[in-house]
C-alpha cells in the first residue's frame, strides 16, 4: 500500500495536484486525472484516515453502544445479526462500524457522554432504550446524529427502529385464548428497557380484549435468562390456580420453563401451553419444539443503518430524508409447544 506523497513521487506531481485528483476537483485535467486514478489502483493507494479525519472533522465511523454484562449480552447471535445488516448497510455509503461495549452495572448516559465528547464517530446508535432516556434528550440538544434501536418516551421525534414485541405478545395471547386458555402468564427479564414495559402493556390490552382480568401474579419479572424462567415458572406453578399457559420473553426464558416444567411432571403441548416472543439459538434445541416468533434481524440492522446515515451532514447541508421510525413486525413459528386448554 502506498500513501499520497509517495504516489505524488511516483508521478512526479506534486501532492496537490494528486490531492485534487483524488478529491475529484475540477481544476485537474483528465489527463491528469487518469494518471492518478490508474496508479493509484495499480500501488494500492490508500488515503491517510487520521489525516483526512483531522481536515474534515470526520471519521467515517458510525459507533453503536452495545451493554454486556458475563450473564446477559446483547452480543449474542440475534444482536450480531442486527450488526451485520448494519455494516452492509453503511458499507453503501462508506463507513465503517465500530462497537463500544460497556459493562451492564455502568451508567450508560456517563459512557454514551465519554463517547460522544471524545468524537469518536461520526454518528451513534443507541441500543437498550429506555422507558425515559436521557441519553436520548443529550443527542438532540447537542446536535449529534443518532439513531436509537428501540422506542422512547424521551426525544420527541428522532430517528428509531424497533422490533414490535408488543405486536407478538398480542398474537401470542389471541391465538391462546383461541384455544380456550383463561390463565396465561408472561415470564421477563427484570429491568427498565422499554420494550418490557411496550409487551406488559400489550399483554394487559390483549387479555382485555378477550374479556379476560389481569393478574398481576401472572407476570413474573425474575432476574434475566434462564434463570427469570425457572425461578417465575416456580412462582407460578406454586399458585392455587396455576396458570395453562406461558408466555417467554425469549429462548433463555424458555429454557428455565422447560426445565422447571419438567421438574413438575408436566410436558409443554401436553400439559401445558408454551409461546416464546422471540425464538433464539438459545431454544432452537428444545423438545417438543417451541412455538415463537421471528424477524428479519439483517432487516432491522438494515434500517438503523439507513435511520443513521439519513442524520448525518452531507458538507455544509444535510439530507432532507423522511424522518425513519419503523416497526419490523413478528411472525410467528408453528412449533409443538402449545396447545387447546384441557378445561
Known amino acids: ?26 481544476d485537474v485535467s483528465p489527463q491528469t486525472l487518469q494518471r492518478v486514478l490508474k496508479a493509484a489502483a495499480a500501488l494500492g493507494y490508500s488515503a491517510n484516515q487520521s489525516g483526512r479525519s483531522l481536515r474534515n472533522g470526520t471519521t467515517n465511523l458510525v459507533g453503536v453502544l452495545i451493554p454486556t454484562s458475563r450473564e446477559n449480552t446483547l452480543f449474542d447471535l440475534v444482536f450480531a445479526e442486527v450488526l451485520d445488516g448494519m455494516r452492509h448497510e453503511l458499507a453503501k455509503h462508506g463507513l465503517d462500524l465500530a462497537v463500544f461495549l460497556y459493562a451492564e452495572e455502568d451508567d ?19 441500543a437498550d432504550t429506555l422507558r425515559t432516556d ?6 438532540i440538544d447537542k446536535g449529534i446524529p443518532f439513531a436509537a434501536f428501540g422506542r422512547s418516551r424521551s426525544g420527541g421525534s428522532h430517528r428509531w427502529v424497533d422490533i414490535d414485541f408488543p405486536g407478538a405478545v398480542v398474537q401470542a395471547v389471541d391465538h391462546l385464548a383461541r ?10 427479564a427484570e429491568n427498565e428497557r422499554n420494550y418490557l414495559s411496550l409487551i406488559r402493556e400489550a399483554y394487559r390490552r390483549a387479555l382485555k380484549s378477550h374479556g379476560l382480568a389481569h393478574d398481576s401474579d401472572l407476570v413474573q419479572r425474575r432476574s434475566h435468562g434462564e434463570e427469570s424462567g425457572y425461578l417465575g415458572a416456580a412462582n407460578l406453578l406454586a399458585l392455587a390456580h396455576a396458570p395453562s399457559a406461558f408466555i417467554t420473553q425469549n429462548g433463555k426464558v424458555a429454557v428455565g420453563l422447560y426445565r422447571r416444567l419438567s421438574e413438575a ?13 422471540l425464538g433464539d439459538a438459545q431454544a432452537q434445541f428444545l423438545s417438543p419444539a417451541l412455538t415463537s416468533f421471528r424477524t428479519d434481524l439483517g432487516v432491522v440492522g438494515k434500517r438503523l443503518g439507513q435511520a443513521l446515515v439519513a442524520a448525518l451532514p452531507v458538507g455544509a447541508s444535510e439530507r432532507h430524508e423522511p424522518l425513519i421510525q419503523a416497526l419490523v413486525p413478528m411472525v410467528m413459528n408453528a412449533g409443538e409447544s402449545d396447545m387447546p386448554s384441557a378445561s
Open 108 to 126: 450508560p448516559f456517563a459512557h454514551l457522554r465519554r463517547t460522544a465528547e471524545r468524537r469518536l464517530a461520526d454518528g451513534l446508535i443507541i
Open 1 to 26: 500500500m502506498i500513501g499520497i506523497r509517495g504516489l505524488a513521487q511516483h508521478l512526479n506531481i506534486s501532492i496537490g495536484t494528486v490531492s485534487r485528483a483524488l478529491n475529484g476537483k475540477a
Open 134 to 139: 436521557p441519553r436520548i434528550d443529550y443527542l
Open 179 to 188: 384455544q380456550g386458555h383463561r390463565r396465561i402468564a408472561l415470564l421477563l
Open 265 to 277: 411432571g408436566l410436558r409443554p403441548g401436553r400439559d401445558v401451553a408454551v409461546i416464546s416472543l
